[in-house]
C-alpha cells in the first residue's frame, strides 16, 4: 500500500487497489509456490543434462511455451477487465465527470494493470533466462557424444571443434529481456483495447485471446506443414516459428556454440528475432492507440481540451 499512496494519479491509485483487493486470498496466502514451483520445473529440466538420450532440449522449449502461454493469458485477462469494469458498473460517467484526461485514464489503468502482473512477467523472464544455459550444454553434451568414436551415433569430421559466440549470447541475453517486456505489454494493452471497444469483460477477453493467439496457430501450422515430422532442431531452426512463440526458438539459437553443425545458425536466426520484435511492438502501438480512442470517444476529454477548460474556468 505504500507503493500505492506514491502515484499522483488517480486512476492509477483506483485501479491498484480494486486489483489488490480481487486477487483471491488463497492467492495471496500461497504466492511463493509459484516461484518454487518455476525452480522446481527448471532444476528438473537441468537433472536431465545427466543422461545423454534424455530430450533435454525438447523440455526446455516446452516450459518455455507453458510459461510463455499462462503469462500472455494472465497479462490479456487482467487487462480486459480494466476499462470494461467502469462501464458494466455503471462508473464510467463518475470517472470521466472527476475531469480526468482520456490519456491519464489509459496510462493510469495501465500502469495499474502492469503493475499486477508484474510477477508473470519476472516468472517468464527468468524462465527464459534460466534455460539459454541449459539449450547451450544440451547440445554440447550432444555433439561431443555423437563425436566420439565410440558412441553408436558416431559421425566423423574432418576438423572438430567447439567455439564461444560472445555477440550471439549477449544478444540472446538483452533479447530475452526485451521480449518478455514486450510480450507482457503488448497483451496488457491488447486487453484494455479490446475492453475499451466491447466495454464487456469476458467478451474483451474472448475476443483478446482470438487476437494475439491467432498469430500462434496460423505460424505454428505453417510450420507444421513446411517442416513436417522433421527432427526437433529443424523445427526450432526454421524461422516462421519465431512469429509463433515469439522468439523463443531464435534465442535457442544464437546460445548455441559455434560448431561444425551451426556455422550460420545464429546469423539465420537474426531475421526471426527481429520478426518477433516487430510483430510484439505491432500489437502494442495499435493497441494503445484503439484503447486511446475508444477512451476518447466513451466521452473522456483529451489532455488540451482539459486543460483549456480547467483555465477557462
Avoid at 52 to 62: D, G, V
Avoid at 66 to 71: D, N, R
Avoid at 240 to 251: F, V
Avoid at 267 to 295: D, K, M, R, Y
Amino acid at each position: 500500500m505504500v507503493a500505492l499512496s506514491r502515484t499522483t494519479n488517480p486512476v492509477e491509485w483506483q485501479e491498484s487497489c480494486h486489483q489488490e483487493r480481487a486477487t483471491p486470498p488463497v492467492v495471496r496466502r500461497w504466492w511463493i509456490l509459484a516461484p518454487l514451483t518455476v525452480i522446481g520445473v527448471v532444476a528438473l529440466v537441468a537433472f536431465t543434462l545427466r543422461n545423454i538420450t534424455s530430450p533435454t532440449r525438447e523440455l526446455a522449449i516446452y516450459t518455455i511455451w507453458i510459461v510463455h502461454a499462462i503469462t500472455a493469458a494472465r497479462a490479456i485477462a487482467i487487462g480486459a477487465n480494466a476499462i470494461s469494469r467502469e462501464h458494466t458498473g455503471q462508473t464510467w460517467d463518475s470517472l470521466v465527470l472527476t475531469g480526468v484526461s482520456a490519456r491519464r485514464i489509459l496510462y493510469g489503468k495501465w500502469s495499474a494493470v502492469l503493475r499486477h502482473v508484474a510477477p508473470w512477467m519476472l516468472m517468464l523472464g527468468v524462465v527464459r533466462l534460466a534455460m539459454l544455459p541449459i539449450f547451450m550444454l544440451a547440445f554440447t553434451n550432444r555433439y561431443v557424444w555423437r563425436s566420439a568414436p565410440s558412441s553408436s551415433a558416431y559421425i566423423p569430421y574432418a576438423s572438430l571443434y567447439i567455439d564461444w559466440v560472445p555477440w550471439a549470447a549477449a544478444v540472446a541475453v538483452i533479447m530475452t529481456v526485451v521480449l518478455t517486456m514486450l510480450e507482457v505489454l503488448a497483451c496488457t494493452a491488447l486487453g484494455l483495447a479490446c475492453s475499451a471497444v466491447l466495454r464487456r469483460g469476458w467478451l474483451a477477453m474472448i475476443a483478446s485471446f482470438i487476437i494475439r493467439f491467432t498469430p500462434v496457430i496460423l505460424f505454428a501450422a505453417f510450420t507444421r506443414y513446411e517442416v513436417g515430422l522433421a527432427p526437433s532442431w529443424r523445427v526450432l531452426r526454421f524461422g516462421p516459428l519465431a512469429l509463433a512463440d515469439s522468439g523463443s526458438a531464435t534465442l535457442y539459437q544464437l546460445v548455441l556454440p559455434l560448431t561444425n553443425w551451426t556455422s550460420m545458425t545464429h546469423i539465420n536466426a537474426l531475421p526471426g528475432l527481429f520478426l518477433a520484435a516487430g510483430l510484439l511492438l505491432l500489437f502494442l502501438l495499435v493497441s494503445l492507440l484503439v484503447a486511446w480512442a475508444a477512451i476518447r470517444k466513451a466521452g473522456a476529454l483529451p489532455e488540451e481540451r482539459l486543460t483549456r477548460r480547467l483555465l477557462a474556468a
